[in-house]
């Protein structure tokens, strides 16, 4: 650590040199939610901690133990400053810019939204006290983070500066804290620091989309055809369907055009490989996003699955079927009629009942895969095994379950109310192009080629061209 920055320690002890050393004395400006939160931490951490604030006889109870003094006289004696003020209030800083000279002062601040000021608040920071080492970190931690400690919420504390020594003062500050710290480079990366807390979700926003315009749009769908066409054709009242029965044609059919999604752009990105004849040209923009969000496509197409499941579950003691059931026992009574066995209808929802259990389970295995936890505990090649092989098997069994579900009313004309085909089947058609895509791209020909281009190896054409325009 270069002497300028080094940290400086004052000792009170009566008996100097003789004495323990004193621990070290950390500064912060601010007494506000995450002054506090922080001075805590650092006190329990054992360092000494000393604020600097505008009002220090009337800023209201501090962590035991720390001291409260002006700014000026608070980082007069300590060589690390964290400033927990928001950047609104950073100009009074600048008539300190003596006292801070060749400190580190430590940026917590975040912003209300993007791209507010046209610095970032640590190049502000910077600009406003040129001889300072200004190192942007903290701010992805809350107050509540802070006081809790790492064991109850998020462990990492990011860090940008443009001095190493500095950086590693704040390093070795918040690994005593107990937090692992990400080095992000110099002070220029502090806008993409101060953005972090800003984002709410961003890898799960695509996926929520296309899960909520599918729900709509297909709630609609079976609404027209389920309860507006009967009031209109027959006059008759079905409303009280849209609770438990569209619900539950809704749900299948929404997770399942959903892990098909999740598949769908692996096979384009093949057929793009096969065509191209290599692998080392860049996907689309579009694709490569798609591709990003699988995991949270796959994640809500299992969450729509088990509703699916709870749905079908609670079928037997809804009202409507006891009631339908009761009345067509009592008119068979009635009109003397007997019931025959049919053996196909047994297979057929036996065999969907079956391969729906199935579906749902590999469905889940993904689901559980795909946690940080456990992925973290399975080798590459483990996890692509599951998320791809059983990824496949679960849209095959999930497609086949709605296949049975359908039997022989594909072509019934009942069925095509308003010339429009049932949910379950428009729900088909994407699954289907999928598996048979993939089919088509496990033919040994077309497999082979494309393990070799995945391998690195590049169609001769290309190679030749490549050599063309190099001796030209
Ligand atoms: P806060 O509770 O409003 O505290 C801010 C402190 O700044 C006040 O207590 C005050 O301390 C000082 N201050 C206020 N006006 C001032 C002025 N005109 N001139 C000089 N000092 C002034 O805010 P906070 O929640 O602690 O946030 C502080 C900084 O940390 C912000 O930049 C924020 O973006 C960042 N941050 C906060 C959190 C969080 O969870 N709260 C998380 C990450 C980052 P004195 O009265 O003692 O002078």
């Given at each position: 650590m270069s002497k300028e920055v080094k940290l400086e320690s004052v000792s009170l002890h009566?008996?100097?040199?003789?004495?323990?050393p004193e621990p070290e004395l950390l500064c912060i400006y601010g007494t506000g939610d995450l002054g506090r939160s922080l001075g805590l931490r650092l006190l329990q951490s054992g360092y000494r901690v000393v604020y600097g604030s505008r009002r220090p006889h009337s800023c209201g109870p501090l962590p035991q133990g720390a001291q409260v003094m002006s700014h000026a006289a608070a980082s007069q004696s300590a060589g690390l400053v964290f400033v927990?003020?928001?950047?609104?209030?950073?100009?009074?800083?600048e008539a300190l810019a003596p006292q801070l000279k060749g400190k580190v002062l430590v940026d917590v601040s975040n912003n209300?939204?993007?791209?507010?000021?046209?610095?970032a608040n640590a190049e502000y920071l910077q600009r406003l006290i040129p001889g300072a080492h200004v190192v942007k970190g903290?701010?992805?931690?809350?107050a509540w983070a802070l006081q809790n400690g790492p064991t109850d919420a998020n462990r990492q504390v990011y860090l940008c500066g443009n001095s190493a020594e500095a950086k590693e003062a704040v390093a070795e500050a918040a690994t005593k804290l107990g937090f692992t710290v990400l080095d992000r480079g110099s002070l220029t990366a502090a806008r993409e620091l101060e953005d972090f807390p800003l984002q709410l979700f961003p890898e799960w926003r695509l996926p929520l989309q296309v899960a909520v315009g599918l729900t709509a749009f297909f709630f609609i769908y079976v609404l027209l055809r389920d309860v507006v066409y009967k009031y209109v054709t027959?006059?008759?009242?079905?409303?009280?369907?849209?609770?438990?029965s569209l619900a539950n044609k809704v749900f299948p059919i929404v997770s399942l055009i959903m892990l098909a999604l999740c598949y769908l752009p692996g096979v384009i990105a093949a057929v793009v490989q096969l065509y191209k004849g290599t692998k080392y040209k860049r996907f689309p923009n579009w694709l490569d996003r798609w591709m990003l969000c699988r995991k949270q496509l796959g994640l809500l197409a299992l969450f729509f699955a088990f509703l699916h499941v709870l749905y079908t579950l609670i079928i037997p003691i809804r009202y409507y079927v006891r009631f339908r059931i009761g009345e067509g026992i009592i008119s068979r009574i009635k009109e003397n009629q007997t019931n025959e066995f049919d053996n196909t209808s047994a297979w057929r929802s036996d065999s969907y009942f079956s391969v729906g259990i199935l579906g749902f389970a590999v469905y889940l295995l993904l689901g559980i895969t795909s946690l940080p936890s456990v992925s973290n505990a399975l080798s590459w090649r483990e996890f692509s095994f599951v998320q791809s092989k059983l990824g496949y098997l679960t849209l095959f069994l999930c497609t086949l379950h709605t296949y049975l579900y359908g039997w022989n009313r594909?072509?019934?004309?009942?069925?095509?109310?308003?010339y429009t085909p049932p949910g379950y089947i428009l729900s088909l058609v994407l699954p289907s192009v999928v598996l048979v895509l993939k089919l088509l791209l496990l033919l040994p020909c077309v497999d082979r080629t494309l393990t070799r281009i995945r391998q690195g190896w590049e169609r001769t054409d290309l190679e030749d061209d490549s050599k063309k325009s190099l001796l030209t």
């Open positions: 009566p008996l100097g040199a003789a004495a323990a927990c003020i928001h950047r609104e209030h950073y100009e009074f800083l209300l939204k993007k791209n507010l000021y046209p610095e903290f701010n992805t931690l809350s027959e006059g008759k009242d079905n409303s009280f369907r849209i609770m438990v594909f072509l019934r004309p009942y069925t095509y109310k308003w």
